[in-house]
């Protein structure tokens, strides 16, 4: 078993900028120097109100976007959030200068794919949000941690699926790493009409994949990427209580050499190499 | 300074604030933030003799300033735990105390054997109260049978005994009693209170077991009622447990009857609350004049 000692953070950090970006949907900065030097795309961090039991929980945000300052050097963190619940909900209200209580980076982050030429990045819905800073990194634009910049850079395509187009976020920051965005919508108001494993299965094959998204989604893909023989990564978005591996809430499960168990996606993922997922169990 | 170190019967600790089991996983998760040396001990999640998957999730539900849980007691089993988790935990800087439950009797004793011959340990906990396991292993149900269960692992393991007990009964003093009587070095309480979340939209229930354990400040009042009667009316050592999260929690189990306490639910949303709350001590201590914990310790005026 690998050492599971990864040093986070815990903090309390000041809100910066908290806007909707679409439907329902936020994008939420806050100033923490030491976690955005050492976070990587794929890595997230637990989220708490410091005030009052309720609720009681931190939540997990993925890495939406390191934030530089004029010299080049991460000071901040943005993530984007759809308004689902308590915490959610509460999160909207938040204003400039209020505090959050913060630990991460946690989990392992997405595969560097140093080989790869070209990779296909399929989001659904609220699951984009890890792809801008691995879309970022695959194009050599930024590195990340202790991580280099990449030197050859990937060709990048992201298929990004949504109910709705008024729930669109982020489709710009996307384009502005150089991927080509191919976009659809269930209820056919953008792009291709349908979801986002049917606009995938129409165009090229990425010579690897990977997905964040609902349930059946990731299903969906792994299914897709087994037909076509592609390697895939998922990342998994199980609901969690502590996000460090001591609760035992978020597991999911896994294959083994005797059959399959339970592992804890905080820990051992949040990204899973889609073959080692055994969901049937 | 105040002196903050406490005994439990054969349990000498360096200050009365342990992580309680489940709570804390295997301690090596937390490493990274976590200094050991400052926590009174620490109890790694609870070991069944054989492997168990757990239960299917959705295992947890946050609830109103608290959570239900139905985790199934999800751990690789006794040997493994041996082998691959206490050698790590032995070397930590702290009191380490193993938990344990079995699905019988003779199980109870057999594993009570097996870990007792273990070096490393301070104490072991018997989990006479989880939940969340179908077939029931709610032993702390039933005076005689705790009193069977700790009397038959005292003779076969040298190690203190804690039994921690279950809430969920009708009066919890003549267990605690039955635990004193057996022999056991102190009682730990509580383990959660069963309860029910349900999604009505859906017409089911939120957890995967249908009923879990409710943690957290939720339980604060309960857990304190029932450590003050205990620790009134029993005399062996209390170990109080239910939400606590702040020094005031802490000073109120202790001033209730609790010679020590257990933070359980507070790791997971402030996983340093462990040494952030001992470090706390000292000064709320001094509050009360007091230089030793047993200064404190069941002071209440009631
Ligand atoms: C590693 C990881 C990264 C994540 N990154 C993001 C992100 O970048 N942006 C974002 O918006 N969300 C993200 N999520 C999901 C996010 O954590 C949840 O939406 C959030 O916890 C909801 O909190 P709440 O209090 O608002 O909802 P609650 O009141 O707790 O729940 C509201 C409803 O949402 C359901 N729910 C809660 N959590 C989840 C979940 N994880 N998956 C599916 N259903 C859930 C509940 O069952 C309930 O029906 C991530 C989750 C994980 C595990
Ligand atoms: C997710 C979770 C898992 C738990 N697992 C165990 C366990 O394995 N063994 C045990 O003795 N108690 C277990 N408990 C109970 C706690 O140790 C503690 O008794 C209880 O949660 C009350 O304390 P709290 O309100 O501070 O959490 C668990 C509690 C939670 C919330
Ligand atoms: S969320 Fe607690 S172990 Fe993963």
């Known amino acids: ?281 | 300074m105040a002196e903050l170190g406490v005994t439990l019967g054969r349990l000498r600790l360096r200050n009365p604030v342990l992580a309680a089991s489940g709570t804390f996983g295997y301690a090596r998760e937390l490493a990274g933030v976590v200094d050991f040396s400052l926590v009174g001990g620490v109890i790694p999640k609870t070991v069944t003799c054989q492997p168990r998957l757990g239960n299917k999730p959705p295992r947890t539900v946050e609830t109103a300033s608290g959570m239900l849980n139905a985790i199934g007691l999800d751990n690789d089993g006794l040997e493994h735990f041996i082998a691959h988790h206490l050698p790590y935990l032995r070397g930590l800087p702290t009191a380490i105390i193993a938990n344990i439950a079995g699905k019988s009797e003779a199980e109870f004793f057999e594993m009570g054997e097996r870990i007792g011959r273990e070096a490393g340990l301070a104490a072991l906990e018997l989990n006479l109260s989880c939940p969340n396991v179908s077939g029931g292993v709610d032993f702390a149900i039933d005076p005689a049978v705790t009193r069977r269960v700790v009397e038959g692992v005292r003779k076969v393991c040298p190690l203190p005994l804690i039994a921690k007990l279950t809430p969920n009964v009708t009066s919890i003093v003549p267990i605690a009693q039955a635990a004193a009587d057996a022999g056991a070095d102190a009682v730990s309480l509580v383990n959660t209170f069963i309860g029910l979340a349900i999604d009505w939209r859906k017409r089911r229930p939120i957890l995967g077991n249908v009923t879990g354990g409710l943690s957290g400040p939720a339980i604060k009042p309960l857990a304190l009622r029932m450590v003050w009667q205990v620790a009134r009316q029993v005399r062996i050592p209390v170990i109080g447990i239910g939400g606590i999260a702040s020094i005031d929690d802490v000073m109120e189990f202790l001033i209730a009857g609790a010679t020590a306490v257990q933070v359980g639910t507070a790791n997971f949303y402030d996983p340093t609350a462990c040494t952030r709350l001992a470090s706390e001590l000292p000064a709320a201590l001094a509050q009360l004049g007091a230089s030793h914990m047993s200064d404190i310790i069941g002071t209440l005026d009631a």
């Open chain 1, 1 to 281: 078993m690998k050492d599971m000692s990864a040093a986070f953070i815990q903090m309390r950090v000041p809100v910066e900028r908290n806007q909707p970006v679409a439907r329902n949907t936020y994008l939420l900065r806050f100033r923490a120097a030491d976690m955005a030097r050492s976070i990587k795309p794929g890595q997230f961090f637990m989220v708490r109100l410091p005030q009052g039991s309720d609720p009681l929980l931190g939540r997990p945000f993925a890495l939406y976007d390191t934030v530089l300052d004029e010299t080049g050097t991460p000071v901040g963190i943005d993530f984007v959030y759809l308004v689902v619940g308590k915490m959610t909900s509460r999160l909207s209200q938040l204003r400039p200068g209020d505090e959050l209580e913060v630990w991460g980076p946690l989990g392992n982050g997405f595969p560097d794919l140093a080989d790869v030429e070209h990779v296909g990045l399929v989001a659904g819905g609220i699951g984009q949000t890890p792809f801008l800073a691995y879309a970022r990194s695959l194009r050599g634009q930024r590195g990340y941690g202790d991580a280099a910049l990449r030197k050859q850079p990937a060709r990048v395509s992201i298929y990004y699926g949504v109910r709705s187009a008024d729930l669109l976020a982020g489709v710009a920051d996307f384009q502005a790493t150089g991927a080509a965005v191919h976009i659809a919508a269930e209820d056919g108001s953008a792009g291709f009409h349908g979801r986002v494993t049917g606009l995938l299965a129409d165009h090229e094959r990425p010579q690897h994949l990977v997905g964040c998204g609902p349930e059946p989604m990731l299903h969906a893909l792994a299914d897709l990427a087994r037909a076509w023989k592609v390697p895939c990564h998922l990342s998994l978005e199980t609901p969690m209580a502590c996000g460090v591996g001591i609760c035992f809430t978020c597991v999911t499960p896994v294959r083994t050499a005797d059959g399959w168990d339970y592992r804890r996606v905080c820990i051992d993922g949040p990204v899973f190499d889609a073959a080692c997922l055994a969901w049937t169990e």
